[in-house]
């Protein structure tokens, strides 16, 4: 029963071939590719991999980045289905004024989130569900609130680092792209810009978490995933886990409620 999840962002496209279609399944192969070499998965990456029994993906890149992408998947002879963002599902209640409307990565991440929550009650590290921070860094930044019970709150959803830098270049003279560090107490406008913007995405992921934190009277869970990722962990001062899984636990959670039903 082999399953083969797929994650396609704004960038890259990120895939990982599992043993079976649930949470904590063994992890068989995986791998990444700019959204330009999706052509090439067919006689490259995925050539070798056995067929999967089933495939379900997330996409945020648009319908033509999906139809490349299922062309590749013609090496084998299975159908994919791509997640649609539902008022509930895997666990999670969708809070948004527009359920469908809510990013499919996003809902994705969150039932992520609640899987992990429901996982460590389970084995007994938490005695009850709890809230959860879920944060993804990548070319936007998202900040989404899930509460006890595992309904979506709302969130944030802001520039990544890199868009803030490129608008401070076309939007200013004499300002450029830098490869600053962050700093308390920048000198210089390298150090400048790059600690801006982190303090920025970070700012935005301590504000919502005392948010949460006052609304659900404890401490949430807070898991951040994304490409960028590591560049922002260092410097946020709350307690948090980074997970570059998170998106594909979020679909084995799905994957695993629908074949449940």
Same mark, same amino acid.
Request: charged residues 20%.
């Given at each position: 029963?082999?399953?083969?999840?797929?994650?396609?962002?704004?960038?890259?496209?990120?895939?990982?071939?599992?043993?079976?279609?649930?949470?904590?399944?063994?992890?068989?192969?995986?791998?990444?590719?700019?959204?330009?070499?999706?052509?090439?998965?067919?006689?490259?990456?995925?050539?070798?991999?056995?067929?999967?029994?089933?495939?379900?993906?997330?996409?945020?890149?648009?319908?033509?980045?999906?139809?490349?992408?299922?062309?590749?998947?013609?090496?084998?002879?299975?159908? /994919?289905?791509? *997640? +649609?963002?539902? %008022?509930? #599902?895997?666990? &999670?209640?969708?809070?948004?004024?527009?359920?469908?409307? =809510? $990013?499919?990565?996003?809902?994705?991440?969150?039932?992520?989130?609640?899987?992990?929550?429901?996982?460590?009650?389970?084995?007994?590290?938490?005695?009850?569900?709890? /809230?959860?921070? *879920? +944060?993804?860094? %990548?070319? #936007?930044?998202? &900040?989404?609130?899930?509460?006890?019970?595992?309904?979506? =709150? $709302?969130?944030?959803?802001?520039?990544?680092?890199?868009?803030?830098?490129?608008?401070?270049?076309?939007?200013?003279?004499?300002?450029?792209?830098?490869?600053?560090?962050?700093?308390?107490?920048?000198?210089?406008?390298?150090?400048?810009?790059?600690?801006?913007?982190?303090?920025?995405?970070?700012?935005?992921?301590?504000?919502?978490?005392?948010?949460?934190?006052?609304?659900?009277?404890?401490?949430?869970?807070?898991?951040?995933?994304?490409?960028?990722?590591?560049?922002?962990?260092?410097?946020?001062?709350?307690?948090?886990?980074?997970?570059?899984?998170?998106?594909?636990?979020?679909?084995?959670?799905?994957?695993?409620?629908?074949?449940?039903?």
């Amino acid at each position: 029963m082999s399953f083969l999840a797929i994650d396609i962002g704004n960038t890259r496209l990120k895939w990982a071939l599992y043993a079976s279609p649930q949470p904590g399944a063994v992890l068989l192969a995986h791998g990444a590719v700019f959204l330009e070499t999706i052509d090439q998965l067919a006689d490259g990456d995925w050539r070798h991999l056995p067929e999967p029994h089933s495939v379900l993906g997330c996409n945020v890149a648009g319908d033509a980045v999906r139809r490349r992408v299922e062309e590749q998947l013609e090496l084998w002879d299975v159908e /994919a289905r791509w *997640v +649609v963002s539902s %008022g509930h #599902a895997g666990g &999670v209640t969708n809070g948004y004024d527009h359920p469908g409307r =809510l $990013g499919a990565d996003r809902f994705v991440a969150l039932v992520g989130a609640r899987s992990h929550v429901m996982a460590r009650c389970k084995a007994g590290i938490y005695d009850k569900p709890r /809230a959860a921070l *879920v +944060v993804m860094i %990548g070319t #936007a930044v998202t &900040v989404d609130a899930l509460d006890a019970e595992g309904k979506f =709150l $709302g969130g944030m959803i802001m520039p990544g680092h890199g868009i803030m830098l490129r608008a401070l270049e076309g939007g200013t003279a004499g300002l450029r792209v830098p490869t600053g560090e962050v700093s308390e107490f920048p000198t210089n406008t390298s150090d400048a810009l790059t600690s801006g913007g982190t303090y920025a995405i970070t700012g935005a992921i301590e504000r919502m978490h005392r948010h949460l934190s006052k609304r659900s009277q404890e401490v949430p869970l807070t898991l951040m995933t994304g490409g960028a990722g590591w560049k922002v962990a260092p410097t946020l001062e709350i307690e948090h886990e980074l997970l570059d899984s998170l998106i594909f636990d979020g679909i084995l959670a799905l994957q695993s409620h629908r074949l449940a039903l």
